[in-house]
């Protein structure tokens, strides 16, 4: 079994920046992809952005491409998403999840799942 656990969020304005991380518990070698998604009130969940094992290949959301970076280090077995210009749209719940495949962006491709992390943008 592994254990997502997520950094905590925050509020920030609009054109700010703020980084998540999320460390994987024991058992971590058998993590291939891992990815963020993120949930609006009233929304489905989306996928945000996915990094493949070795960090080699990277997918994201046309909706936060060029503003967001995720990356990973697998030494601390930790993945990141660096959010910067931030906007009153990215307001949601975001979540850290972990996958068996070397690379996923569909969460029914994704196993294991974090609490989720709030992220609030004001304008």
């Known amino acids: 079994q592994v254990q997502l656990v997520e950094s905590e969020g925050g509020l920030v304005q609009a054109g700010g920046s703020l980084r998540l991380s999320c460390a994987a518990s024991?058992?971590?070698?058998?993590?291939?992809?891992m990815g963020w998604f993120r949930q609006a009130p009233g929304k489905d969940r989306e996928f945000v952005a996915t990094?493949?094992?070795?960090?080699?290949?990277?997918r994201y959301a046309d909706s936060v491409k060029g503003r967001f970076a995720i990356s990973r280090d697998n030494a601390k077995n930790t993945v990141y998403l660096q959010m910067n210009s931030l906007k009153p749209e990215d307001t949601a719940l975001y979540y850290c999840?972990?996958?068996?495949?070397?690379?996923?962006?569909?969460?029914?491709?994704?196993?294991?799942w974090g609490q989720g992390t709030q992220v609030t943008v004001s304008s």
């Open positions: 990094i493949t094992w070795n960090g080699g290949n990277t």
């Open positions: 024991a058992r971590a070698f058998i993590i291939g992809a």
């Open positions: 999840a972990a996958s068996y495949r070397d690379y996923a962006w569909m969460d029914l491709n994704y196993e294991y």
